[in-house]
């Protein structure tokens, strides 16, 4: 056989993920590699360990991870996680790099080849190893059937013997990938949908969706897109009269759903505490930024909380985790996707090549160095002996001259 793959079961607890699927298991066999799961690693995703055995690999325990040439994680790993890698390792796993800095610096001191796979471009060829869409795309539908059960109310019109039940007016801010796809959603079940976004070519795919579009339509409106096709922040002006109308449209709504993130920044505040005041008692916010600061003044990471008048603020934390059985199968196939463009299929080995366009755009850390441009200022620690570790501090290297070296 080639080279050893690993796949561990997540050490957090709340991540009930998996970063491969039989399906992605029988190709990496039949691509020469060997395959080793850990023990119940896709429990949570209703993937049992005799699901992989048919697909080829084996089932093994956390330290089979020293054996392995390269991991496949949902998550970052962790520095226990790290000790058990051989230098030279290569990772793919959502890393989630911007705020933790140390935690990048602890993956060049281990000398693994650290992929960051929410860097990857939004180019055609990419698509497919996308696992910002992919998981988004499950967070919108999940956002939406989190909102219809803390909304307790039915969301389609339905005219009855008994009278009718108005349908629920919805409001999506955000029109990227979870965006639409809530729209997409609640359309299905028979809500009145409006959304807004700052991108322009949003408005079209709204259209398309069924959905009324909302925004101050101005000139910096018509130019405000990033050419990697990212919401851009809008200046303080726009800000205000976009919140004004916005202000607005919320009072009048039953659910909103917020999706707006900026890459490497906070959430933009979207919804202030005046805003949800201005809300219907028993309407529902669902806000999908809550990890990265939120959208709505007054969510609280991991909680469902209620507004002094009435109003559910739902911060679910990693909502793709809540359609897990689904969200595993799609991010495997990202992960597969990615790493087969590495392989070499006659020598039946992962060659990494620092210049190639996917792999310079997302390889975080290489050789014991950080090499991604946005991260070139980190310095790296060197780790002391122990014996020294009491009583010598340990020397530092900055990497910012070796960006671009691997």
Same mark, same amino acid.
């Given at each position: 056989?080639?080279?050893?793959?690993?796949?561990?079961?997540?050490?957090?607890?709340?991540?009930?993920?998996?970063?491969?699927?039989?399906?992605?298991?029988?190709?990496?066999? *039949?691509?020469?590699?060997?395959?080793?799961?850990?023990?119940?690693? &896709?429990?949570?995703?209703?993937?049992?360990? /005799?699901?992989?055995?048919?697909? &080829?690999?084996?089932?093994?325990?956390?330290?089979?991870?020293?054996?392995?040439?390269?991991?496949?994680? !949902?998550?970052?790993?962790?520095?226990?996680?790290?000790?058990?890698?051989?230098? &030279?390792?290569?990772?793919?796993?959502?890393?989630?790099?911007?705020?933790?800095?140390?935690?990048?610096?602890?993956?060049?001191?281990?000398?693994?080849?650290?992929?960051?796979?929410?860097?990857?471009?939004?180019?055609?060829?990419?698509?497919? %190893? +996308?696992?910002?869409?992919?998981?988004?795309?499950?967070?919108?539908?999940?956002?939406?059937?989190?909102?219809?059960?803390?909304?307790?109310?039915? @969301?389609? %019109? %339905?005219?009855?013997?008994?009278?009718?039940?108005?349908?629920?007016?919805?409001?999506?801010?955000?029109? *990227?990938?979870?965006? $639409?796809?809530?729209?997409?959603?609640?359309?299905? $079940?028979?809500?009145?949908?409006?959304?807004? +976004?700052?991108?322009?070519?949003?408005?079209?795919?709204?259209?398309? $969706? *069924?959905?009324? =579009?909302?925004?101050?339509?101005?000139?910096?409106?018509?130019?405000?897109?990033?050419?990697?096709?990212?919401?851009?922040?809008?200046?303080?002006?726009?800000?205000?009269?976009?919140?004004? $109308?916005?202000?607005?449209?919320?009072?009048?709504?039953?659910?909103?759903?917020?999706?707006?993130?900026?890459?490497?920044?906070?959430?933009?505040?979207?919804?202030?505490?005046?805003?949800?005041?201005?809300?219907?008692?028993?309407?529902?916010?669902?806000?999908?930024?809550?990890?990265?600061?939120?959208?709505?003044? /007054?969510?609280?990471?991991?909680?469902?909380?209620?507004?002094?008048?009435?109003?559910?603020?739902? /911060?679910?934390?990693?909502?793709?985790?809540?359609?897990?059985?689904?969200?595993?199968? @799609?991010?495997?196939?990202?992960?597969?996707?990615?790493?087969?463009?590495?392989?070499?299929?006659?020598?039946?080995?992962? !060659?990494?090549?620092?210049?190639?366009?996917?792999?310079?755009?997302? @390889? @975080?850390?290489?050789?014991?160095?950080?090499?991604?441009?946005? =991260?070139?200022? !980190?310095?790296?620690?060197?780790?002391?002996?122990?014996?020294?570790?009491?009583?010598?501090?340990?020397?530092?290297?900055?990497?910012?001259?070796?960006?671009?070296?691997?």
């Amino acid at each position: 056989m080639g080279q050893n793959i690993f796949v561990p079961r997540e050490v957090d607890a709340t991540e009930p993920r998996v970063a491969a699927s039989p399906e992605t298991v029988k190709r990496l066999v *039949g691509l020469g590699f060997s395959v080793v799961v850990e023990k119940d690693a &896709g429990a949570a995703s209703r993937i049992l360990d /005799g699901d992989y055995v048919g697909a &080829g690999a084996t089932i093994g325990k956390a330290g089979d991870a020293a054996k392995a040439d390269v991991v496949l994680k !949902v998550r970052r790993p962790s520095e226990s996680e790290l000790k058990t890698y051989k230098p &030279g390792t290569i990772v793919l796993a959502a890393m989630d790099p911007y705020g933790h800095e140390s935690s990048v610096a602890a993956m060049a001191r281990a000398g693994v080849s650290a992929f960051c796979m929410e860097f990857m471009p939004r180019i055609t060829r990419a698509q497919s %190893m +996308d696992i910002l869409s992919s998981q988004a795309n499950l967070a919108g539908y999940q956002a939406v059937i989190d909102a219809a059960a803390e909304y307790d109310r039915a @969301l389609p %019109m %339905m005219m009855t013997a008994a009278g009718t039940v108005p349908a629920a007016k919805v409001f999506v801010m955000g029109a *990227g990938v979870a965006g $639409l796809q809530a729209i997409a959603t609640a359309r299905r $079940l028979g809500a009145i949908v409006t959304a807004t +976004d700052v991108r322009p070519a949003a408005k079209e795919q709204v259209a398309s $969706l *069924g959905a009324k =579009f909302i925004a101050v339509e101005d000139e910096e409106f018509k130019a405000a897109e990033t050419a990697g096709g990212y919401a851009k922040e809008m200046s303080k002006e726009y800000q205000a009269k976009q919140a004004a $109308l916005i202000a607005e449209h919320i009072a009048k709504q039953d659910i909103v759903i917020t999706t707006a993130l900026i890459p490497g920044r906070p959430a933009p505040r979207l919804v202030s505490s005046a805003m949800v005041a201005a809300m219907k008692a028993g309407s529902v916010i669902v806000d999908l930024a809550v990890e990265r600061g939120g959208n709505v003044e /007054g969510a609280v990471p991991g909680q469902v909380v209620s507004s002094e008048n009435g109003v559910k603020i739902v /911060g679910h934390l990693n909502v793709p985790g809540r359609v897990s059985a689904s969200a595993s199968l @799609l991010y495997a196939k990202n992960l597969y996707a990615f790493l087969e463009t590495m392989v070499d299929k006659e020598a039946k080995t992962v !060659v990494l090549n620092p210049e190639e366009e996917l792999v310079k755009a997302t @390889l @975080l850390t290489h050789g014991g160095k950080i090499v991604h441009p946005a =991260f070139a200022s !980190v310095e790296v620690e060197e780790e002391a002996p122990a014996e020294q570790a009491a009583e010598a501090k340990p020397k530092k290297r900055s990497t910012s001259k070796a960006k671009g070296d691997a």
